[in-house]
Structure formats: structure tokens, C-alpha cells
């Protein structure tokens, strides 16, 4: 219900709101942003006096303000994993609020900065006064507290934690605190909040409140998200692990708190008089000088690489030590989780510890990888001139060059190598010529022979992958691996990709005519086609087509009108409406569907209503900005 847009006057910039002039004391950016599907927004301009500013309202807000400049202090709005804005924090004089969706929360003191839920379009924030904090997650008040810190996910967001203070005294000091997003270790927000002193801290975990200790640090969850163990400070000033109900023995450092594969079994490092040990079902190690790398493998196993007096590092499984060697990386568990891997060095060469034993060493290791779903590890080594990829034990056959090896989703490793083959001169006496050889390998095993004109590409989902190939001279095929082959008849290829829902594209180019190839199935032709976006919700694929020297927008059976230009096409919630803009002969008009509306001077990116059943878009004859509303009952739109 709120129109929004950026005008300039008389060198003067505004934030127009339902017609309404805001003055800006700077060049606005555009990218107005709404949140979530409420008529809240936020407005990014560059301030004359430097630094980018937001601009927060709605119609109310806006059009209530006598004065010509409006700039609450608004911080950047928060984003969920999918890019949809969510939430927005600002303060209006002396409160705080935050902004999420249709909801506004209450006056405070202060507020955090929101942060996005994994896997949702929700946030988490925190805000209060200087006696209590509330805790809302995706909505709901999780708690109100004497003082707490900003909830930590699981990766899927379906479980939460955080630190509570309870009878302490705020002080007068506020502390920032670094949230982290759990995928990536990427800084999420920064959280303000009163620091505190005194009482006792405690952690909550799903509304369950945990003992009280001195200090509670931020939890870390298992691999299955399904519980946490925490570092905590005991009343004597020593630190401990908390986990599932029992607390560890104090030392004088904990860290590097580690589950095991199935999430039951946990271990940490602890420090004790300046040697360290792995703490593992309530057992301690022998102490060591540092320990690092700690990974969890099957229930109750873990290994880890330790170093001695001269430096010299080992791994260590369990209780049994390997080595030593020069350095050692990249640990890990086979799929079995007993059986421990390493990269080691050693005397100037490199290998793979597998077991107890390296099977062979070579001069370089690149491209060293492996994933939760598939954890032999898979990587290229040089020997000499000659290139292996090594999957586990498996050595590969020699290559002079290669692809990085691509581990798809069903486990085959897959690989573009090279060989080159000498042939005479173009004239006598002149030096060989080497000409390449390509071969794509799959688990080992050579595919046809061709000439291949493209890396190997993976879909998104990491369980299809294909390769550009001339199969017969001159002809380019796309050839999908341990799936179909694609030749173009009399046409050819613009370009081949897949989307985010891992369908094969093909762009093909005939005799004045383009067409697009989905997982082999053949869409009209048109004069001319370009991707305009790809999308996964709710209409995947969406293109720019012409006729002559019209356009419109395709997507799937999804067709608009045409038009000299189209622009800023919109679906429907349930995907089975297309809108756009589209000009002709100088004046605009709304497209929704094959329905089209009159002849405005200008229209402006339209929106569907919430419910779905009407599109908006502001309009404008000469100086007049009005909003058009469609419903779709009342136009025959297909």
C-alpha cells in the first residue's frame, strides 16, 4: 500500500512516499527495500558530508514529519539466506525498534542488530532497558532476562542457544559482541548490549535454562545440531566443559571443543601447567606441547595432531601416535570414522596418511578435498612430470595436465586430463609439433575419445556434470556425464549452463532463430532470447524474447504481451502469474499475463498484494503519481 520511488528537484534529491517530497541531505543510491511483505522500508543514500545513510518509513511515518529532512539513525537491513530482507533496526529519538516483516517490536532502550535464522526468512534480536533483555526469535519472545547474549543455530535454524545473566548489575558500559553465521564463520552482525558484572551465567537451550557457573561462553552444537557443549568458568577462576549434564575438571585454559561424527561423543583441549591435553570421555591424554586439528570420526573416536619438544608433529588416534613428520594437515576419518587420514610431509615429500602408512609419496599435492557425504579423500599429486588424481589408495592413471577432480553427489570423481602427442613439422627440418590429447575421466575410467572445448561442470546439487565436446570435427555437442548427449541440428550453440533447480540449459542459435534446450526437451523459437534471471521459487527460468522488434517475457508457460521494451518482471506467490512493465511507442503500461492496461507516461515496478489476488504499481500522468491496483478476478489476464 505504499509507493515509493527517488526523484530529483531543482538539484535537490528525494525519497517521494505516496507523492509525499522527503528532502535528503545527499545523492540517494535507490534500491528502496521492503520488509518482508509489509509496507516498511528502508533507502540507502550517500550523505554530503560522507558515508552511506539509510532512510526507514512508511506512508504513516513519512507523510507525519512537517520537516523536509528525514534521517533516523538506520542501520543497513538484515537479509536471509535467500536475499529476501527481513528485518531493519532504527532508532526514533531516544528509542530503538526493530522492524521484521509485518511486525514491529516494542520502545526500547536499545536493540540489537538483528541476525537471519539458517534456513529461513526470520531473524533473531535482542532489546531492553537497564534492568531486563528480551530474546525474540523469528517472531516469538524466547525469554526476558536479567541481561543475555545473541542466540547461536544449528545450521538448519531449527535449534538455538545463548548466555543469560541472572542477578548481576548492568554496568554503564555497552559491549559489542561479534555474531558469527555458523556456514562460514562469516561475521553476521555486530550485537550491542549493557555489559555485565556479578550474578551467575547460564545457558539456554531451547528455553531450558542450564546451571549457573562464573562465565558461560557461546555454545557449539554437534554435527546433528541436536545438542551443545559450552566452555564455562568455575567459582575457583578455572575453566571447564559443559556437556550433557556433567561438567569436566578445571584447567586453566579449555578450547577446541570437538563432537564425534554421530554427535554423542565429545572432546576438548585442555591446559595445564603450560602442557595440553585432549580430553575425551572424561580421560585426558598424555600433555603435549600443542595440540591442533582435533576431528571427530565414530562414536567416541578422535584424532589429532600433537607436537613434541624439537617440534616434530605427530597424529594421533585415540591413544596411538604415528610419526613424526615435518608438518601435518587436512585430518580427517574415512567413511568407516576409525580409520584416520592426514596430509604429512616428510624429508621433502608429500603423502597421504591413510591407516598407519603412506602407500606412495610425491613431490606436490593440490586440490586436496573431501565433504561430510564423502569423506575419502580426493586430490591431485605430482610425481616427477606426471600428474595422478588419488582417491583414497586408488592412484589414477598419468596425465601431463589436469582438471581439478570434481567429487559429485553420488561419489564419482570426475576429471578433464591432458596428454600430448608429437608430430613432425609443417616443413622439413622443422621441430615437432605437440599436439593435445584430451580425456575425460570418470572413477578411473577414460570416456570416448573427443576433442572436449570446456572444463567439466557441475549442477548445483553436485549430482549431474558436463563437458562442451566436438565429437565430430566442427560440431559441438554437450555431453552429459552418465547421462544423454545433445548435437544441435543445423544450429549452434550459444551457451549451456545449469540453473539453480540443476536443469541443463541450452542457448541454441539457428538460421534467424533462437531457442532454449531444458533437460533436452525443446522450447519455441523466437527472433532473438536472453536469460533474463534464474530463479528457484516459485518459476525457475525466465527469458527475454522477441518477435521482430518486440519483446516479452517466457517463463516456462508463462507468457506477457509484447512490447518494445519489457522490464522488472514479478511472479506470483504460487508462480502461476507473470507481471512486467512494458513500453510502447513512448507510453507505458502494466502486463499482466497477456492482459495489458492503458497508457501511462510512466510505470513503476509493479508488486503482487499479499494475498495474491491484485497487483499494485504506482503510475504517472504528467505530474500526477497515482497507484493502480489490477485484481485479478476482473481481467482476463491468461
Not at 521492503?34 to 522500508?41: A, E, H, P, Q, R
Not at 585415540?318 to 580409520?339: C, H, K, N, Q, Y
Not at 572413477?443 to 566436438?470: H, L, M, N, W
Not at 493502480?628 to 482476463?636: A, G, R
Request: aromatic content about 10%; glycine content about 10%; hydrophobic content about 35%.
Amino acid at each position: 500500500n505504499v509507493v515509493t520511488y527517488t526523484a530529483q528537484l531543482d538539484g535537490q534529491d528525494y525519497l517521494v512516499v505516496n507523492g509525499n517530497k522527503h528532502a535528503v541531505d545527499g545523492r540517494i543510491l535507490g534500491g528502496v527495500r521492503y520488509v518482508g511483505k509489509s509496507d516498511i522500508f528502508a533507502a540507502p543514500y550517500y550523505r554530503s558530508s560522507g558515508g552511506i545513510k539509510w532512510i526507514i518509513g512508511d506512508g504513516e511515518w513519512l507523510e507525519s514529519h512537517s520537516d523536509n529532512l528525514y534521517s533516523p539513525k538506520v542501520y543497513p537491513p538484515v537479509t536471509s539466506d535467500d536475499r529476501s530482507t527481513v528485518a531493519v533496526r532504527a532508532q526514533h529519538g531516544d528509542q530503538w525498534f526493530v522492524h521484521e516483516g509485518l511486525v514491529t517490536s516494542e520502545p526500547a532502550t536499545w536493540a540489537s542488530q538483528p541476525v537471519a535464522i539458517p534456513g529461513k526468512r526470520a531473524v533473531a534480536y535482542r532489546y531492553g532497558d537497564r534492568e531486563t533483555t528480551t530474546v525474540v526469535i523469528n517472531g516469538s519472545k524466547v525469554g526476558v532476562h536479567d541481561w543475555a547474549r545473541n542466540p547461536i543455530f544449528n545450521e538448519e535454524g531449527t535449534n538455538y542457544a545463548y548466555a543469560i545473566g541472572i542477578g548481576g548489575q548492568p554496568t554503564k558500559k555497552f559491549n559489542a559482541i561479534c555474531n558469527r553465521d555458523p556456514k562460514d564463520d562469516s561475521v553476521a552482525g555486530i550485537l550491542h548490549g549493557p555489559a555485565y558484572s556479578g550474578g551467575t551465567y547460564n545457558m539456554v537451550f531451547n528455553r531450558k535454562v542450564g546451571p549457573p557457573f562464573a562465565f558461560v561462553e557461546d555454545p557449539i552444537f554437534n554435527p546433528a545440531g541436536t545438542d551443545i557443549a559450552y566452555a564455562v568458568k568455575l567459582d575457583d577462576g578455572k575453566s571447564a566443559v559443559h556437556h550433557n549434564g556433567t561438567t569436566s575438571a578445571g584447567y586453566k585454559y579449555v578450547d577446541s571443543i570437538t563432537f564425534d561424527r554421530p554427535g554423542t561423543g565429545m572432546a576438548f583441549v585442555g591446559t595445564r601447567d603450560s602442557l595440553r591435553y585432549l580430553v575425551s570421555n572424561g580421560k585426558e591424554s598424555a600433555g603435549h606441547k600443542s595440540i591442533t586439528q582435533v576431528t571427530g570420526g565414530a562414536a567416541g573416536t578422535f584424532a589429532y595432531v600433537n607436537t613434541n619438544a624439537q617440534d616434530l608433529e605427530f597424529l594421533t588416534i585415540g591413544w596411538s601416535a604415528l610419526g613424526p613428520f615435518e608438518s601435518i594437515d587436512e585430518v580427517g576419518f574415512m567413511p568407516d570414522g576409525r580409520t584416520a587420514f592426514a596430509r604429512v610431509r616428510h624429508e621433502g615429500k608429500v603423502g597421504v596418511l591413510i591407516g598407519h602408512e603412506v602407500t606412495r609419496w610425491f613431490d606436490e599435492i593440490q586440490s586436496f578435498t573431501t565433504s561430510q557425504d564423502h569423506p575419502t579423500p580426493t586430490y591431485m599429486a605430482r610425481d616427477g612430470e606426471a600428474w595422478h588424481v588419488i582417491t583414497g589408495n586408488q592412484v589414477g592413471p598419468a596425465f601431463e595436465k589436469l582438471q581439478k577432480p570434481i567429487v559429485l553427489g553420488d561419489g564419482r570423481v570426475v576429471y578433464l586430463a591432458l596428454t600430448f602427442e608429437s608430430k613432425p613439422g609443417p616443413t622439413e627440418g622443422a621441430p615437432d609439433v605437440k599436439e593435445p590429447k584430451h580425456h575425460v575421466i570418470v572413477d578411473g575410467k577414460a570416456q570416448p575419445s573427443c576433442i572436449v572445448r570446456s572444463d567439466v561442470t557441475a549442477s548445483p546439487d553436485g549430482f549431474r556434470a558436463y563437458y562442451r565436446a566436438e565429437l565430430e570435427p566442427g560440431v559441438h555437442s554437450i555431453v552429459e556425464i552418465g547421462g544423454r548427449t545433445y548435437t544441435p541440428k543445423d544450429a549452434k550453440l550459444d551457451y549451456v549452463m545449469f540453473d539453480e533447480e540443476s536443469r541443463l540449459v541450452i542457448h541454441e542459435v539457428g538460421d534467424g532463430y533462437h531457442r532454449l534446450v531444458i533437460d533436452h526437451v525443446t522450447q519455441p523459437a523466437f527472433d532473438d532470447l536472453s536469460l533474463y534471471s534464474i530463479r528457484s521459487t516459485p518459476s525457475p527460468l525466465t527469458a527475454s524474447v522477441t518477435e521482430g522488434d518486440k519483446e516479452a517475457f517466457v517463463s516456462g508457460s508463462l507468457t506477457t504481451g509484447y512490447f518494445d521494451l519489457v522490464t522488472d518482471p514479478i511472479f506470483s506467490a504460487n508462480g502461476q502469474t507473470l507481471a512486467c512493465r512494458g513500453r510502447t511507442d513512448g507510453s507505458w503500461h502494466l502486463a499482466i499475463g497477456r492482459w495489458t492496461s492503458d497508457r501511462y507516461d510512466d510505470v513503476f515496478p509493479p508488486r503482487f498484494t499479499q494475498d495474491g489476488k491484485s497487483v499494485q504499481c504506482a503510475v504517472r500522468v504528467g505530474s500526477d503519481l497515482m497507484r493502480l491496483t489490477v485484481h485479478l478476478d476482473e481481467v482476463d489476464w491468461q
